[in-house]
Every structure is written in C-alpha cells, then in structure tokens.
C-alpha cells in the first residue's frame, strides 16, 4: 500500500497546482492550462513513482504521457509536428522505450526498431519523392513497403521457437 502513495500524492498535488492555476488570472499561457498538461502531470506522477519505487513497468506510460502532452501543446506552436503525428507518435514512444533500455539494459531492438518505423513515417513524404524521381518500378515497389511489415510480423508470430 505504502508503494502507491508516490504515485497518488504526486497526481493530487499535480492536479490541485493545475486547478488553482486555471481559477486565478496567471500570467502562464491557456495551452499550457489545458488537457495535455494532466497528460504531463500524470506521466511525471508514473515517473516519480517508477524512479522512487523502483516500478520499472511505470517508466513507460510515465515516458509516454510526458512525450504526448508535450507534443499537443508544442503542436500550436511548430505546424510541421500536425502534419507528422503518426512520426511524432512513433518517435515519442521509441524514445520511451530506449529511456526504458538505459534503466533496465533490455529491449534496445523494440526501441530502435520503433525509432525506424517512425523515422520512414516521419520522411515519408521525402523518401517518396525520392522514389517517385527514380522512376516507377521503384515508386511501385515503395508503395507496397508496409506489406513487408505486415510479412515479417505474421512470421515472427507464427514461427515455431527452436
């Protein structure tokens, strides 16, 4: 019972500086007074909690819910983060997981192979016009990269372990 008072007493105290600071006329810009910031504070409240605790499995929801309010409130401010949420997405939870790796020393593949997904859908639209200039067999080929994820997952699934 006592592990879980981190969590809860960092999330309370969050939350209460957040409504006081809603109900009083501050200085502190309206993005940084709406839902994303909970996002940020219930990430940081996982965080303590993992860090303090040594609740390893909080790291990443911490981590995560850090990255995703970050990134919808500097959505408003940097136009090409909205145009690549999906990259943006994927990159914020690739980075959680290699945060995750320098704790625990385990799933460096899960992590860099997320921050590959999301590297080609973050570019995805310059290494398409790249493609495109090389002529059409190669723009066919790009078109149909997904199904080699798609391949290489079902095989990965359903391989029999030696």
Same mark, same amino acid.
């Given at each position: 019972? %006592?592990?879980?008072? /981190?969590?809860?007493?960092?999330?309370?105290?969050?939350?209460?500086?957040?409504?006081?600071?809603?109900?009083?006329?501050?200085?502190?810009?309206?993005?940084?007074?709406? $839902?994303?910031? *909970?996002?940020?504070? *219930?990430?940081?409240?996982?965080? /303590?909690?993992? &860090?303090?605790?040594?609740? /390893?499995?909080?790291? *990443?929801?911490?981590?995560?819910?850090?990255?995703?309010?970050? &990134?919808?409130?500097?959505?408003?401010?940097?136009?090409?983060?909205?145009?690549?949420?999906?990259?943006? *997405?994927?990159?914020?939870?690739?980075?959680?997981?290699?945060? %995750?790796?320098?704790?625990?020393?385990?799933?460096?593949?899960?992590?860099?192979?997320?921050?590959?997904?999301?590297?080609?859908?973050?570019?995805?639209?310059?290494?398409?016009?790249?493609?495109?200039?090389?002529?059409?067999?190669?723009?066919?080929? $790009?078109?149909? $990269?997904?199904?080699?994820?798609? /391949?290489?997952?079902?095989?990965?699934?359903?391989? %029999?372990?030696?």
């Amino acid at each position: 019972m %006592k592990k879980h008072v /981190v969590y809860t007493g960092i999330l309370l105290v969050g939350i209460g500086v957040f409504l006081l600071l809603q109900q009083f006329a501050t200085p502190i810009p309206k993005e940084f007074l709406s $839902w994303p910031t *909970i996002l940020i504070i *219930i990430g940081f409240a996982f965080l /303590v909690q993992a &860090y303090k605790v040594n609740e /390893v499995p909080m790291l *990443i929801p911490g981590y995560i819910l850090i990255g995703l309010g970050s &990134y919808f409130i500097l959505d408003n401010y940097i136009p090409y983060l909205a145009s690549n949420r999906s990259g943006v *997405i994927l990159i914020i939870v690739g980075i959680s997981l290699f945060l %995750k790796y320098t704790k625990t020393k385990s799933g460096l593949s899960h992590a860099l192979l997320t921050l590959a997904i999301a590297a080609i859908f973050f570019f995805y639209k310059e290494i398409f016009s790249i493609f495109d200039t090389l002529g059409n067999t190669l723009t066919n080929i $790009w078109r149909f $990269w997904p199904a080699l994820l798609v /391949v290489i997952g079902l095989s990965l699934l359903f391989r %029999k372990k030696r």
